[in-house]
């Protein structure tokens, strides 16, 4: 199954972090890297290697 949605500002794409692993960000390479980024500082926080 395939959803497209769309975020009128880029870094209301960590709202999909909810949704962990059940959910692949495709596209654009600017959303996947704020999912990136907002990741990290998750498993930094808790202490993830």
Known sequence: ???HLT????E????LLQFGASVE???????RA???RASAEIAEMYGAA
């Open 1 to 3: 199954m395939s959803v």
């Open 7 to 10: 975020y009128p500002v880029l």
């Open 12 to 15: 209301a794409v960590r709202h």
């Open 25 to 31: 960000v495709t596209g654009p390479p600017e959303a």
């Open 34 to 36: 704020e999912l990136l």
